[in-house]
């Protein structure tokens, strides 16, 4: 009896698997979708000249003597409801977001700007503010010297320099 019902379960068994098995023809194999085209035109980065342009810090005094001279190309790396609210005089709005593509864009500025002998300038809220560090680093990733102003608009108000 007990060989009897060995073969029943075995039998059960393999019944059991068949009936589970897939009978119909294969599918076609899935293939993934192409992404979508991106909305913007990619650009590229390119690639660093010599490695990382340097960073400096550059001071008050130093600052407004250079700016008085025109001999600064000076970004805002504030938001720019900030910029349109105050600035410092000729400071270009260069939000941290999205600075890589507008420094692609501003490429000949600040190409232009270093072959006159001026400084790139770079400053945002105060100095707690971390964006204009952000920023001056991006520039640098491109190749091109930055200064920090880490006392930023605050420190400019708070001297009484000119504004817009």
Known sequence: ??????????ASTALLLASCADTAAPEAPVTAAKPAAPTKPAYKKPPRMNGRGELTSISLDQFFALQQEGKALVYDARPAFFHGIGHIPGAISLPKANCDEAIHQ??????????????????????????????ATHISGFGYPASIFSGGWDAWKDAGMPTE
């Open 1 to 10: 009896m007990r060989g009897l019902r060995s073969i029943s379960l075995t």
């Open 106 to 135: 501003r490429e000949p500025e600040i190409k232009a700007a270093l072959a006159a002998g001026k400084t790139i300038v770079v400053y945002c809220t105060s100095i707690t503010c971390p964006d204009a560090r952000a920023v």
